[in-house]
């Protein structure tokens, strides 16, 4: 299973979360930027938690 973000239409928001294999959506997390979001999938997938950014920059 990996986690994944989708943008939501009406609203400047993303949300992460999973599909189960049979399609169903599990959201985990809302955010107000693309940014948090990436960084919130990171960590989740087994990285740093950063958007973009090496470990410990």
């Known amino acids: 299973m990996s986690y994944v973000y989708i943008r939501q239409r009406s609203e ?3 949300t992460v979360g999973f599909y ?3 399609g169903d959506w599990n959201p985990e ?3 107000g930027n693309r940014e948090d979001a990436v960084a ?3 960590l989740l997938n087994g ?11």
């Open 12 to 14: 400047r928001l993303f």
């Open 20 to 22: 189960e294999p049979n």
């Open 29 to 31: 997390s809302d955010h």
């Open 40 to 42: 919130r999938v990171n």
């Open 47 to 57: 990285g740093c938690g950063c958007a973009g950014k090496k470990a410990g920059a």
